[in-house]
């Protein structure tokens, strides 16, 4: 067993009498999810009586007593800053954040800090029980630079391990608040159309038959003078998909200057404003918190550069 580890004593139940043994791990070490267990038990952090358990899919009998050595989380690579968040909801598992248009989620070539990871690191510090082995949130979507809202990070495995099983199952209520150039036909309508890469700029997305299968739920709010103000209910959640999806149906958002541009009067109008951005904001996140169980949902108001925007355009 390594040294810098926490030490924890398990004894599989009699109702995980069978089971695998990542899985009757994670029965017994509910702080654990069954994936780190798996990752433990590859690494020979698993032993039973002296003798290292090495098959995560090896059979687990009633009785047995395991010792399971978790490394204390490293210190993260990223830089910990003081950077002003907008917490919806926080608690030990989980934090909800309502993040402001011109912030990175992620390190990333071009943007090594001043991230939200960054701000994270910094909010959370002393409160993340290591994601992976390293102290560090669990992204497990992400949203726009330039795109405002609501998103949710993990401060646990076990939560981002139930959050990302529900982003994979689709079962996350995300709902975008859009104002988008003309006037939709039909007013409310499903855009189903798989994305990728596009084979001609790689740093745009594209509607492509190979892609990835993409789903987005429209429908007028209020229209406009030459625009409207839509909902965009994901079914799935790609990069770019509410911008790539609305300028698909020839109503790019107000300010996109990779999938629409703006042009005229409403040119005019948002280099007037200042708005510099795709007119697109996270309003609604709904989830079944990972760890009690508990259905959880938020909302975020339009943010006063797109309520200007709106006001400006108001009929």
């Not at 795709?278 to 508990?294: C, M, R, Y």
């Amino acid at each position: 067993m390594d040294r810098g580890v926490s030490i924890f004593e398990a004894t599989i139940a009699p109702s995980a009498d069978g089971w695998r043994l990542d899985r009757a791990l994670a029965d017994a070490v509910p702080t654990l999810s069954r994936e780190r267990l798996k990752v433990l038990i590859n690494a020979g952090q698993v032993e039973r009586a002296g003798i290292l358990a090495r098959d995560p899919a090896r059979k687990a009998a009633a009785g047995e007593t395991f010792t399971v050595a978790v490394p204390i989380p490293t210190e993260p690579h990223n830089e910990a800053q003081d950077i002003p968040l907008s917490i919806a909801f926080e608690d030990d598992h989980l934090i909800v954040i309502d993040k402001q248009a011109g912030l990175v989620v992620h390190p990333a070539a071009g943007n090594l800090d001043g991230t939200l990871v960054n701000a994270l690191l910094h909010h959370c510090k002393g409160s993340l029980s290591g994601i992976g082995g390293v102290a560090r949130p669990g992204i497990v979507h992400r949203i726009d630079k330039d795109t405002s809202g609501l998103m949710v990070a993990a401060k646990t495995d076990r939560a981002h391990e139930g959050l990302a099983k529900q982003f994979a199952a689709h079962s996350i209520d995300r709902r975008y608040r859009a104002i988008v150039t003309g006037h939709p036909r039909p007013a409310a309508g499903t855009i189903d159309a798989p994305l990728a890469r596009s084979p001609s700029n790689r740093k745009k997305i594209a509607i492509v038959s190979t892609g990835k299968r993409a789903v987005t739920h429209y429908r007028t709010l209020e229209p406009l003078d030459g625009a409207a103000l839509v909902e965009c209910r994901l079914e799935t959640g790609r990069t770019h998909q509410v911008r790539v999806h609305m300028a698909s149906i020839g109503h790019p958002l107000l300010g996109d200057q990779s999938y629409g541009r703006t042009k005229g009067a409403q040119k005019a109008l948002l280099e007037t404003l200042g708005f510099r951005r795709q007119a697109l904001h996270a309003a609604h996140l709904g989830f079944i918190h990972p760890v009690t169980n508990a259905a959880l949902a938020f909302e975020s108001t339009i943010p006063a550069d797109m309520q200007e925007l709106f006001s400006h355009l108001h009929v």
